[in-house]
């Protein structure tokens, strides 16, 4: 599905030239995906199993277990490095009631649908590792890319109206794969051995961008071919000045869709707006509004009714999904282009196959259980009303301030029965420390349903 190209044709032009030249110099890379028999389900989505409201097993994504030695390590703020004695007699001893263990409700996670402990995801996962173990194992361009890793494609691709979708190890891969793949558009197209500056790409991100960002924008200014200008938290004013006293042709604007640390969201609607005026190419990491946000939980462009002014969609399948491993949605020219170029996707080993199986079916479930991502988006807004605090997404952001009193809170709710992790630097700036608790879906059983729970 194309995308609405209000930036013009020149985007496109320059991914056609750095494709050529790439093709002229052999360095076109092709994914040929392997056929493993029987096919993944393609077509009946009926074949995967749904339900139309919380089940028993929706617990034990938020019910979980810490020893002993950990929980007390955990109050004394003993450092460690996860070597603790959970085991008896070489065996793990899972035996709630010898105390040996604590049960603790999980507010740290990020599977907002509860969709990990899904006995449909299950199954998937379950039969393809039954039917072809791990998979052929090797990077997606060697043989690692299977009819599984391409339904899967196909489906993310139509979940985010977008032409194509590339299959990433992770979220975190998949930033930097676009990121280095920008800084090679511009060496590419260069005529003489060394850019010249007016040829440099700009990259505007957001100051409160995902570290996976950063990393893979300093990984393509390390090539010398791109100028980065770091605006303000969602200042579109600032964004705004920056992109107009800006003489590059040349420009990015990349941010997270929503925002882990502060549960904002990025200003898409002024956002869009710029993109019309300025003409850059807008890139979106939506790592937390996949399957939580839109109708058909297509995301925060969804929600926003931007899908198509949003030219590349970065994404995960670990948060909501309940799975692992990232994306790119876009055309097929990007797409080309990230896997010819995008080392943190060329050098790394694909996604085994059962997983890729489970991710299939956690969009299918996703979509069609759409009763769970209401249920999240009512407990916003009952939240807010209650407390007066104005909450905008499920992720509610407490900031604490100093890293003492962040540690002191935490060890207060793990008595309590809670496990809420301290954020701490250099997750976030100094004296900026927080909880970052989720309206993950399984807790509404406890909080709403009131259903009892003990520890």
Not at 398 to 411: D, F, P, Q, Y
């Amino acid at each position: 599905m194309e995308n609405d190209n209000n930036y013009g044709d020149s985007w496109d032009s320059w991914v056609d030239e750095a494709l050529a030249k790439l093709h002229s110099l052999k360095l076109l890379r092709s994914l040929r995906p392997i056929n493993l028999s029987p096919q993944p389900y393609k077509n009946c989505e009926d074949d995967y199993q749904v339900f139309d409201e919380m089940q028993p097993w929706d617990r034990s994504s938020v019910e979980i277990s810490i020893s002993e030695p950990t929980f007390h390590k955990w109050l004394l703020d003993i450092p460690s490095a996860g070597d603790e004695d959970i085991w008896s007699n070489g065996v793990a001893d899972n035996k709630e009631d010898n105390g040996r263990f604590k049960k603790l409700l999980l507010f740290s996670g990020n599977d907002y649908l509860g969709l990990s402990s899904h006995p449909t995801i299950a199954r998937a996962v379950t039969k393809a590792a039954q039917e072809h173990g791990m998979g052929p194992r090797g990077s997606a361009l060697i043989c690692g890319y299977t009819n599984y890793h391409r339904l899967l494609e196909s489906s993310l691709a139509d979940l985010k109206k977008k032409e194509d979708c590339l299959l990433c190890p992770t979220g975190f891969a998949a930033n930097m794969a676009v990121m280095v793949a920008l800084g090679n558009i511009v060496s590419l197209l260069a005529a003489d051995a060394k850019p010249m500056k007016e040829d440099r790409i700009a990259i505007f991100s957001d100051a409160l961008n995902h570290a996976s960002i950063i990393d893979g924008i300093r990984l393509a200014e390390r090539q010398h071919t791109v100028d980065v200008y770091v605006y303000r938290h969602c200042d579109m004013s600032h964004l705004s000045s920056l992109l107009s006293s800006c003489e590059l042709k040349k420009k990015v604007v990349v941010t997270d869709s929503l925002f882990s640390m502060d549960g904002d969201f990025a200003p898409m609607i002024e956002l869009v707006n710029l993109r019309k005026r300025h003409g850059f190419l807008l890139v979106i990491d939506d790592a937390h509004g996949t399957f939580v946000c839109g109708k058909h939980g297509g995301g925060v462009a969804e929600e926003f009714n931007c899908d198509r002014q949003v030219d590349i969609c970065i994404g995960t399948l670990s948060k909501a999904a309940g799975c692992h491993g990232g994306f790119i949605a876009c055309s097929k020219k990007w797409k080309q282009l990230v896997q010819s170029r995008g080392r943190s996707f060329i050098f790394s080993t694909s996604a085994p196959v059962p997983i890729v199986a489970a991710a299939h079916a956690a969009v299918i479930v996703g979509k069609k259980e759409g009763w769970r991502r209401k249920a999240i988006w009512n407990r916003v807004q009952e939240f807010r009303a209650l407390t007066g605090i104005p909450i905008t997404s499920p992720i509610i952001s407490l900031i604490v301030g100093s890293e003492e009193k962040a540690l002191k809170a935490s060890r207060h709710l793990l008595k309590s029965g809670f496990h809420v992790t301290a954020i701490r630097p250099p997750t976030v700036p100094p004296n900026s420390c927080r909880f970052c608790c989720i309206f993950m879906m399984t807790l509404l059983m406890f909080f709403c349903a009131r259903i009892p729970v003990r520890f």
